[in-house]
């Protein structure tokens, strides 16, 4: 549901009014999740980096050891480049200076639910006219 003119105004201005204040700003910067996977983004990219030029080294001086460790490595650093990613698209919502934060209920295991599951909720939503 949209919000009316007179919502939308008074939301534009609390905004206003919180984006002038820098130690609420610094405080939202250093509590937002997607900073530091942000952050672990980059590191990981690093180290695929150097992961890869000891792939390339180790196999220019025809050393296995060293060419496989620049392999684990990258694929170490890779693993956790996406696991970063996950949790940057993750729904939690953190309270600025505290450390409170939105869960998933835990009734089904997985973070997808199954194909019975969702044509169990398909029927279950269907309209009332077509049974």
Do not use: C, N
């Not at 009316?4 to 509590?31: G, N, T, Y």
């Not at 590191?43 to 296995?64: E, M, R, W």
Request: net charge positive; aromatic share 6%; no cysteine.
């Amino acid at each position: 549901m949209p919000l009316s003119e007179h919502e939308q105004r008074l939301f534009d201005q609390i905004e206003r009014s919180l984006a002038e204040d820098p130690k609420f700003a610094s405080a939202v910067r250093a509590s937002d999740p997607r900073f530091y996977a942000r952050r672990r983004l980059l590191v990981a990219a690093g180290a695929i980096i150097v992961g890869l030029a000891l792939l390339v080294y180790g196999a220019v001086i025809k050393t296995p050891p060293l060419a496989v460790a620049g392999f684990v490595v990258m694929l170490g650093s890779a693993a956790y480049a996406v696991q970063s990613h996950r949790k940057a698209q993750s729904p939690d919502l953190h309270v600025v200076g505290g450390t409170t934060s939105r869960r998933r209920p835990r009734g089904r295991s997985g973070k997808r639910s199954s194909f019975l599951d969702r044509m169990e909720d398909r029927w279950r939503q269907r309209p009332e006219g077509h049974r």
